[in-house]
DNA sequence: TGACACCGATGTGTGCTGACATCAAAACTC
DNA sequence: GAGTTTTGATGTCAGCACACATCGGTGTCA
């Protein structure tokens, strides 16, 4: 009926009722029915079946008979889940999304940059020193395009390194904190002289072997750039999410 | 046509499909027909899409167009994902899984105290110092399962006194971790006395607001259970994930 | 007369099916 | 070998039957 289109209708319907949810247009508690959803979005039931499937998957939704598709709490939300991120990141979440990463960030990075120093393979670590020498030259020269992609290329390689595969999924998450970063402006023209040598710091710990001082210069990089980003998400409220007693 | 069953088709779609894919009874590269999978599944084309379509948002499978359903490697599964969790501590790669799961926990429980004394409500810090107590009690008079119990508990108020909703979401992970260490027979008849100590002084350091001291102790916690678990990850090999050039 | 239990109507998710559209791999033609 | 056609798989659609939670009416008993 209709002509071709770039992505599919399942695609599409996920992300226009997952960022909808996330995004805190359709809020907790409120039900929508299939048929409904198929009129709104101009698609057949397989398809709704089926986007409505993936976001209960994610927790967005939960199906009841006799009554329709809910939207659940946020606290009930996959917040690893790499879609939830991303809708957060887009809507209104913004600010605490970020905080969340930054604060995930800091506790994994120094226990990733000891662990690659334990494990990481020969040929990873010299590309760690490398780059580092390069992000200090590219941070001298002003460069900053090169100096952000460099970074993420630091950052992807410990988490790599540490042969912890939960770890290294983060890479993503940490590719859109350092992007966002320069994006909005909360990066130095220069970047700060004690910031490159912290890289090289760890790079070479790792090349060394030294788990210890690894995670020393990592948890400086990180505080470091908890400091930077922090302005973008102050006065968002913290949410405590309630432990179920059994 | 079939009669009525406990768990939805589709949950048994989802469920034998991820499980044999996880477990590494299908490798990476396998390829299935959906048409085959109806057979195999004794279920309709609905059910069979909609359970690859969750399997397709969990990273576990891929469908192309004239080829079929294809399974992922495994650094393409969402390792955060409660799903592929329990599949991965059901099969083979138990061990593995565990291991993550152990060094995540303890880049995370620390940072998660110290913000815990830095935001957690009134309530829950007294909380958190009544089960440090009967902990101890516990823990003395050899009461087990009354002591997982607590134990369950007080790492789940940590997690969640923190304020960030990642760290609380692992909440169900660090209640399979100590569960799994009671259960395997890997954990002392009576807890160490200074594993108690550290419970209380966590408890102490986030009820007076001293994150500093909160993170020290935490970091003693989980020091020591990294110790009791570790013989059941002896020679897992670790993987490291490609970080793909961009 | 009023309170309560029962029970059938109703609507909605679950599951099944046949048909057609779409698109890319593979085979074929020149 | 380049371009074209065929083929076979997923993608999408629409209609139907069924299970079952909810609601409201009806009957019974106090």
Same mark, same amino acid.
């Given at each position: 009926m209709l002509t071709t289109m770039s992505t599919s209708l399942h695609h599409r319907a996920v992300e226009h009722l997952g960022a909808r949810i996330v995004g805190g247009v359709l809020p907790a508690g409120h039900v929508m029915l299939a048929e409904q959803l198929e009129e709104e979005l101009k698609v057949?039931?397989?398809?709704? /079946?089926?986007?409505?499937?993936v976001l209960q998957s994610l927790g967005l939704v939960e199906t009841i008979k006799r009554v329709g598709i809910r939207v659940l709490p946020a606290h009930r939300w996959n917040p690893f889940d790499p879609l939830v991120i991303r809708w957060r990141l887009a809507g209104e979440g913004r600010g605490a999304q970020l905080r969340s990463l930054a604060e995930l960030r800091s506790a994994v990075e120094p226990a990733a940059a000891e662990l690659a120093a334990q494990n990481a393979p020969q040929k990873l670590r010299s590309e760690l020193?490398?780059?580092?020498?390069? @992000?200090?030259?590219?941070?001298?020269?002003?460069? @900053?395009p090169t100096f952000l992609e460099l970074d993420i290329r630091f950052h992807a390689l410990v988490l790599s390194g540490s042969g912890n595969e939960m770890f290294a999924n983060l890479i993503g998450q940490v590719t859109e904190t350092l992007t966002g970063r320069t994006v909005h402006g909360l990066m130095p023209a220069h970047p700060e002289e004690a910031a490159l040598q912290w890289h090289m710091d760890v790079a070479r710990a790792i090349a060394?072997?030294?788990?210890?001082?690894?995670?020393?210069?990592?948890?400086?990089? @990180? /505080?470091?750039?908890?400091?930077?980003?922090?302005?973008?998400?102050?006065?968002?409220? /913290?949410?405590?999410?309630?432990?179920? /007693?059994k």
């Amino acid at each position: 009926m209709l002509t071709t289109m770039s992505t599919s209708l399942h695609h599409r319907a996920v992300e226009h009722l997952g960022a909808r949810i996330v995004g805190g247009v359709l809020p907790a508690g409120h039900v929508m029915l299939a048929e409904q959803l198929e009129e709104e979005l101009k698609v057949s039931r397989s398809v709704v /079946r089926e986007a409505v499937r993936v976001l209960q998957s994610l927790g967005l939704v939960e199906t009841i008979k006799r009554v329709g598709i809910r939207v659940l709490p946020a606290h009930r939300w996959n917040p690893f889940d790499p879609l939830v991120i991303r809708w957060r990141l887009a809507g209104e979440g913004r600010g605490a999304q970020l905080r969340s990463l930054a604060e995930l960030r800091s506790a994994v990075e120094p226990a990733a940059a000891e662990l690659a120093a334990q494990n990481a393979p020969q040929k990873l670590r010299s590309e760690l020193v490398d780059i580092s020498l390069a @992000m200090r030259d590219a941070g001298h020269a002003g460069d @900053m395009p090169t100096f952000l992609e460099l970074d993420i290329r630091f950052h992807a390689l410990v988490l790599s390194g540490s042969g912890n595969e939960m770890f290294a999924n983060l890479i993503g998450q940490v590719t859109e904190t350092l992007t966002g970063r320069t994006v909005h402006g909360l990066m130095p023209a220069h970047p700060e002289e004690a910031a490159l040598q912290w890289h090289m710091d760890v790079a070479r710990a790792i090349a060394d072997g030294d788990g210890e001082k690894a995670r020393e210069a990592a948890s400086n990089i @990180m /505080r470091e750039t908890i400091a930077d980003l922090s302005p973008s998400w102050e006065d968002q409220p /913290r949410v405590f999410v309630p432990v179920e /007693r059994k």
